[in-house]
């Protein structure tokens, strides 16, 4: 054990030296480690470049007070250590006139034993690679589908700068020169639901996608699939990045976020993962894209499933995913505003089934890569962009792990609209709904979590029930707006 830790620290070292000779030939004076916290917020901290060396990457840098993150410790065990991971090395376009920043991201350290932290969403995320791997898939491959609004400006009522109106009022006013209630300053408007791929000038973002996507491809390493305006009004958009195993993803999807935010700002304008913005119109979610390999084997392809090529480890897959999915929504739909996205109507999948191109199933197996095993995969449809990516795909694996573990088997599929079907149909059928609310949802997860603890750990959960319990209430305390459209005259 102490040569294969020995053998990991040399490692570590001299991924270290290949990225600090870089950092010294662009002469970055800035580095930028990264860390994510529990609720999936990017934090980072800046140090001068000449203060790391090889050791840096091996012991890590005593930089983080844990008690001042949300979800983190105590402060009398508030010491710990951000350990940057040399294969994270990106540059920060911006910010040049400063002396240029490199940027890796960091793992969470103890401070006093050097142990991993296990509140660290990307540890979480690392312990589900080995846990995958111990079960007999040494890789999984992730493509998570990356949804946001970009507003041109978003007013607040309370402000942040008048007391009064926390007890005063309440609302809120979004501007987007798309959008049907407002003048388009010489753009076109897109009505409601009818934005999906529309060209200039109705589609008024398409060059602020294009520089987001190239600072991703040309700073940030990764390979870019596909851009495009989506269903919403009020620039709804995607952008599509190449799929990756858990980890890297993850760490994909976390930059992806922090490009479309600052890019946004330097526009002068707002970019926002919140699930459900605009009332009548689509939600933005996070499609996950998934599959498990052993070897340069797909695991869930198999050419004799005359259905949908499916194998019989990717049925039992699906089986777990559909058997946890109440519980996976405190997880995969983590704040209040993501059960506003998750009504009938909006192309967000309320109900628990699987199928086959079918999009209004939580799970569909996509079938236009027929015949070609590296593309069989399972396409979770119910999570949202505010989710804490991390902790998303490891629960999804998990999930998707007890159901081979246990052969379950999912129920028929689907292969129709189903919120066409009557209630009755659907009872026949046995499709159950998703939670409609995040006070519903943790209580599925309280009474259905043992799938995770060996990964999350009672410490974790424990937390995020506690977390997201003050949410809700907080949430349920104060009168809403369209209250006093209904009830002032009562």
Not at 211 to 237: K, P, S
Not at 341 to 370: C, D, M, Q, T
Not at 445 to 459: E, I, M, R, T
Request: hydrophobic share 35%.
């Amino acid at each position: 054990m102490q040569a294969a830790a020995s053998s990991g620290s040399n490692e570590r070292a001299s991924q270290g030296a290949k990225v600090l000779e870089r950092i010294r030939e662009q002469k970055l004076r800035w580095v930028e480690l990264f860390y994510t916290d529990l609720l999936g917020g990017y934090n980072h901290i800046h140090v001068p470049s000449d203060t790391l060396d090889e050791e840096s990457f091996v012991s890590g840098l005593p930089k983080l007070d844990g008690s001042s993150v949300r979800g983190f410790r105590e402060i009398y065990e508030s010491d710990m250590i951000l350990l940057p991971d040399a294969s994270t090395f990106a540059t920060i376009p911006w910010g040049a006139e400063h002396g240029g920043t490199a940027r890796f991201i960091a793992d969470i350290l103890v401070g006093a034993t050097k142990e991993p932290y296990s509140h660290d969403p990307r540890g979480i995320a690392r312990r589900t690679v080995k846990v995958l791997a111990d079960a007999g898939y040494d890789r999984s491959y992730w493509g998570p589908e990356v949804e946001f609004f970009v507003f041109d400006s978003v007013k607040l009522i309370p402000s942040a700068n008048a007391v009064r109106d926390a007890w005063g009022g309440a609302g809120y006013l979004i501007d987007s020169a798309e959008s049907p209630w407002q003048a388009s300053d010489g753009h076109g408007s897109i009505r409601f639901k009818e934005g999906y791929h529309r060209s200039a000038p109705y589609d008024a973002l398409e060059g602020m996608r294009s520089e987001m996507c190239n600072i991703l491809a040309d700073n940030f390493h990764m390979t870019m699939d596909a851009h495009h305006h989506e269903v919403a009004t009020a620039g709804q958009a995607e952008i599509n990045i190449r799929f990756d195993e858990l980890v890297p993803a993850a760490d994909h999807v976390q930059d992806v976020h922090y490009v479309i935010k600052n890019v946004a700002a330097h526009h002068g304008k707002i970019a926002s993962f919140m699930p459900k913005p605009v009332f009548g119109d689509n939600g933005i979610g996070m499609h996950m894209n998934q599959s498990l390999w052993t070897g340069d084997k797909n695991a869930f392809f198999d050419a004799n499933d005359s259905w949908a090529e499916v194998s019989e480890t990717c049925r039992h897959y699906v089986g777990g995913l559909l058997a946890h999915s109440r519980a996976l929504c405190a997880i995969t739909n983590p704040i209040t505003n993501s059960y506003r996205r998750l009504v009938p109507g909006y192309e967000a999948p309320v109900f628990i089934a699987w199928s086959r191109s079918n999009r209004s199933a939580n799970v569909r197996i996509p079938f236009y890569h027929k015949g070609r095993p590296g593309a069989k995969r399972v396409e979770y449809r119910t999570p949202d962009s505010a989710a804490n990516i991390y902790l998303t795909e490891a629960a999804l694996s998990l999930a998707g792990l007890d159901g081979i573990k246990r052969k379950i088997e999912p129920p028929p599929p689907v292969d129709q609209d189903i919120y066409k079907l009557t209630p009755a149909r659907r009872r026949e059928l046995g499709i159950k709904e998703l939670p409609g609310s995040l006070g519903e949802a943790l209580e599925c997860l309280s009474s259905d979590d043992a799938f995770l603890k060996p990964v999350f750990g009672s410490s974790v959960l424990d937390i995020w029930h506690e977390l997201k319990r003050e949410e809700q209430l907080q949430l349920n305390l104060r009168p809403h707006p369209y209250e006093f459209y209904r009830y002032l005259d009562v």
